[in-house]
C-alpha cells in the first residue's frame, strides 16, 4: 500500500490565485514528519515547508501553508498568490520515526500556473 | 552560502559500464543520503551516512550499487555494470545534525541514462 498518496496527477491554476495540492499518508507511527518539495524542470528537489505530527499549529511559511488533519491523515499544502513561477512539479514526503530517517515520497503533482 | 553539489550533471554510460557519481554536502553537515528517481515518480531513498558511518543501506537495489563517505563529508556511490534500468535522476541530500525529522536539502542531481 502506498505510503504517501498525491491524488492529482496534474493541477491547473490562475496567476494570483490560491491552490490547495493534495496528500495523504499512512502510519502507525505516532511520531513523524511532513515534508513538501517543489521541483522545478532544472530537477532540483527545493525544501518548502514542514509539519511535525506533534505540532499543534498548521506551519506556515510566506505563501505556503501546509493544512493538516491529523484525524484524516491529510497534510495538504496551500499556495496562496499563485506566481508564474510556482509552475513545477510538487512532492508530499513524510519521515516516520521508526524508519532512520528515510523519506517517504509521493508520485508528485504537476502544477501549472496560468497568466 | 553554498548548497549541496553534485557532479556529473549529466552522465551516459554504455550497458556495462562501471559510473562514479560525486556528491558534495552542505559544509559541516552530518547526515547524507542518496535517493534514486526514475522518469514520472518520486524519489526512492537508496542509503543513508552519519558522517563516515553508513547506517542504512536497505534501499541500493542490488550489490552492482556502492556507497562510500570515507572522511565525512564527500560522498561517491559507484554503479558497477550499469543496466539500462539504472537510468535514473541521483539525487543527494545533506542535513545538519542528524535528528529525526531534520530537514533534507538537496543538490540538483546527477541524470544517467545507460545506453
Not at chain 1, 502507525?28 to 514542514?50: A, V
Not at chain 1, 509552475?87 to 497568466?115: D, H, Q
Amino acid at each position: 500500500a502506498q505510503k504517501i498518496t498525491q491524488t492529482q496527477p496534474g493541477m491547473f491554476v490562475q496567476e494570483k490565485e490560491a491552490v490547495t495540492l493534495d496528500c495523504t499518508y499512512d502510519t502507525s507511527d505516532q511520531s513523524y514528519g511532513l515534508f513538501w518539495y517543489k521541483q522545478p524542470s532544472s530537477g532540483e528537489m527545493i525544501f518548502l515547508i514542514y509539519q511535525g505530527s506533534y505540532d499543534e499549529q498548521n506551519a506556515t511559511e510566506g505563501r505556503y501553508s501546509l493544512n493538516f488533519q491529523k484525524a484524516r491523515k491529510s497534510a495538504n499544502l496551500v499556495i496562496s498568490a499563485s506566481q508564474l513561477g510556482d509552475s513545477a512539479m510538487y512532492f508530499c514526503a513524510m519521515e516516520e520515526a521508526g524508519n532512520n530517517r528515510k523519506l517517504i515520497w509521493g508520485l508528485g503533482t504537476s502544477l501549472a500556473v496560468n497568466p | 552560502g553554498a548548497g549541496v553539489s553534485q557532479s556529473p550533471r549529466y552522465k551516459v554510460a554504455k550497458r556495462g559500464q562501471d559510473v562514479a557519481l560525486r556528491c558534495d554536502p552542505i559544509s559541516g553537515h552530518v547526515s547524507l543520503f542518496w535517493y534514486q528517481q526514475a522518469l514520472g515518480q518520486g524519489p526512492e531513498f537508496l542509503t543513508y551516512f552519519q558522517n563516515e558511518a553508513q547506517l542504512d543501506k536497505s534501499g541500493l537495489p542490488s550489490d552492482r550499487f556502492f556507497a562510500e563517505r570515507p572522511e565525512g563529508s564527500v560522498s561517491t556511490l559507484k554503479i558497477q555494470r550499469t543496466q539500462q534500468e539504472d537510468s535514473a535522476v541521483y539525487l543527494c541530500a545533506s542535513s545538519l545534525v542528524g535528528e529525526h525529522q531534520e530537514t533534507q536539502y538537496f543538490g540538483p542531481g546527477t541524470r544517467l541514462l545507460v545506453l
